[in-house]
């Protein structure tokens, strides 16, 4: 495979992975939501992140040829060829710690989305253009909670404002590009992350601000290699359970 089509491959991975990853990660919820409705709002949005992973995987799956389909790339890669971002594999913790990575993961993502759409690559575009009305309710609805914590009972506030701390050494790699990344964003295949990181911070304080939060980013220790496939223990975990019934039986059909 060329250099050029090898970027695309990583970079379809990455976003269909991330989106797996942290689908996943909020499926582990479902029945075990502080409220009802809470625990259907936290399905739907897993639901929403596993169907935007699937679509990324059909055209990776294409890319890549060799007959693979989209049910292999999710189910038969080993850790190390996972591209998520750290962020989505950490464990959810209690509710607060769960709404604190989706609230980060969350702002990103619109801001991702809304400059994926103008890509040169007229099926990714097609893709996050889809994806991004989705996104922005994510976001509205997982900020809604960090102001709801943050400025409700002590321990509440206590929790979250903790929970936003603990998540905050995971951020920068969103923004951080690896060698792939650089050349996609030079052929206008992917927007230039590094120049989103602004935005992202103003639309986080914001948040923030109103939920009687702080956060200090100058601080964060920017934990990343989950784009080159270097992750945490954690991310086993979930394949071993995600992969499953693809592994021990093979080809299985419903």
């Known amino acids: 495979?060329?250099?050029?089509?090898?970027?695309?491959?990583?970079?379809?991975?990455?976003?269909?992975?991330?989106?797996?990853?942290?689908?996943?990660?909020?499926?582990?919820?479902?029945?075990?939501?502080?409220?009802?409705?809470?625990d259907i709002a936290l399905s739907n949005i897993a639901l929403d992140l596993l169907g935007e992973a699937s679509h990324y995987y059909e055209l990776a799956a294409n890319l890549q040829g060799e007959g693979k389909t989209e049910d292999d790339l999710a189910f038969l890669r080993?850790?190390?060829?996972?591209?998520?971002?750290?962020?989505?594999?950490?464990?959810?913790?209690?509710?607060?710690?769960?709404?604190?990575?989706?609230?980060y993961f969350d702002i990103y993502h619109v801001l991702l989305l809304n400059e994926l759409k103008k890509s040169s690559n007229s099926e990714t575009a097609a893709i996050a253009e889809k994806s991004l009305k989705e996104a922005t309710y994510h976001a509205?609805?997982?900020s809604e909670w960090v102001i709801r914590l943050g400025d409700g009972t002590e321990e509440s506030h206590d929790k979250i404002q903790k929970s936003i701390l603990d998540f905050v050494d995971y951020t920068d790699e969103m923004f951080i590009p690896t060698n792939w990344e650089k050349a996609?964003?030079?052929?206008?295949?992917?927007?230039?992350?590094?120049?989103?990181?602004?935005?992202?911070?103003?639309?986080?304080?914001q948040v923030l601000e109103e939920a009687t939060l702080t956060v200090d980013f100058s601080k964060s220790r920017k934990l990343i290699g989950g784009k080159d496939g270097k992750h945490t223990e954690a991310l086993g975990y979930i394949l071993a359970e995600m992969q499953y019934m693809q592994r021990t039986y093979p080809n299985m059909e419903w």
């Open 184 to 205: 996609l964003i030079a052929s206008g295949e992917m927007p230039d992350i590094t120049t989103l990181k602004d935005k992202w911070t103003t639309r986080v304080n």
């Open 1 to 38: 495979m060329e250099n050029t089509e090898n970027n695309q491959l990583n970079y379809l991975l990455h976003l269909a992975d991330t989106s797996m990853i942290l689908g996943q990660r909020l499926s582990e919820w479902c029945g075990k939501g502080p409220v009802l409705e809470q």
């Open 78 to 103: 080993n850790e190390r060829d996972f591209k998520n971002l750290l962020i989505t594999e950490r464990p959810n913790g209690h509710f607060g710690d769960t709404i604190a990575r989706q609230f």
């Open 140 to 142: 509205k609805w997982s």
